[in-house]
């Protein structure tokens, strides 16, 4: 199967080290990339490739690949960093395109 | 600065087609580095994605909505439309359209900028 899994729900402490998973087939080819989606709002990229950040994106957040299994962690999270994240990859041979089922992330 | 900005109906009744446009401003769809991707979230659920479209006409789409879908760029307009046929409410969603790295697969898949997102409700 291509398709992407992450928990549904996680949270953390206000400054701690939190870490959202996402697994599947198509991450052992592929890089996974990631968004943050706020309520009412679009979805925003905050980390593709191997480990990239978008311009104006803060260095707290990172991520990475094992296996079949793409991280995305956040250190030191922020209040604003509540919200639900995505991740995304495209399996390589169809160009078909996968997004996991979200995380919704609370801070505490 | 990239800014897209989908328009179309907010309301489709059952059985009929979707159609939406999205306007690309500040950069070219014409160029060899990247796709344009279209993608739905029906509310308080997670993103779907509808299919991909080079400037060059190429498409590929979502194997689960294949039969019902067409996308389509007017390079001339600087705009990708997307057409879905004999929608349901299950079709009621935030649709989105994006820019889609990188052309090579095996660098990953990342949309990015998305445009605000518009709003279609299927009822009668």
């Known amino acids: 199967s291509s398709e992407l899994t992450q928990d549904p729900a996680v949270s953390v402490a206000l400054g701690q080290t939190v870490r959202i998973t996402c697994q599947g087939d198509?991450?052992?080819?592929?890089?996974a990339s990631w968004y943050q989606q706020k309520p009412g709002q679009a979805p925003v990229l905050v980390i593709y490739?191997?480990?990239n950040r978008p311009s104006g994106i803060p260095d707290r957040f990172s991520g990475s690949m094992s296996g079949s299994t793409a991280s995305f962690t956040i250190t030191g999270a922020q209040a604003e960093d509540e919200a639900d994240y995505y991740c995304n990859s495209r399996d390589s041979t169809t160009n078909n395109v996968f997004f996991g089922g979200g995380t919704k992330l609370t801070v505490l | 600065q990239l800014q897209l900005q989908e328009s179309g109906p907010g309301l489709v009744r059952p059985s009929e087609t979707l159609s939406l446009t999205c306007s690309v401003s500040?950069?070219?769809?014409?160029?060899?580095?990247?796709?344009w991707g279209w993608i739905r979230q029906p509310p308080g659920k997670g993103l779907e994605w509808i299919g991909t479209v080079y400037h060059s006409g190429t498409t590929f789409y979502n194997p689960s909505l294949k039969s019902r879908v067409t996308i389509s760029v007017d390079t001339s307009k600087n705009q990708l439309s997307l057409m879905l046929t004999s929608v349901t409410a299950a079709d009621s969603s935030v649709y989105y359209c994006?820019?889609?790295?990188?052309?090579?697969?095996?660098?990953?898949?990342?949309?990015?900028?998305w445009g605000q997102g518009t709003l279609v409700t299927v009822s009668s």
């Open positions: 994006a820019r889609q790295f990188p052309v090579v697969a095996a660098l990953g898949n990342w949309f990015d900028p």
């Open positions: 490739g191997k480990n």
């Open positions: 198509s991450l052992r080819r592929s890089y």
């Open positions: 500040g950069g070219s769809i014409r160029s060899n580095s990247y796709f």
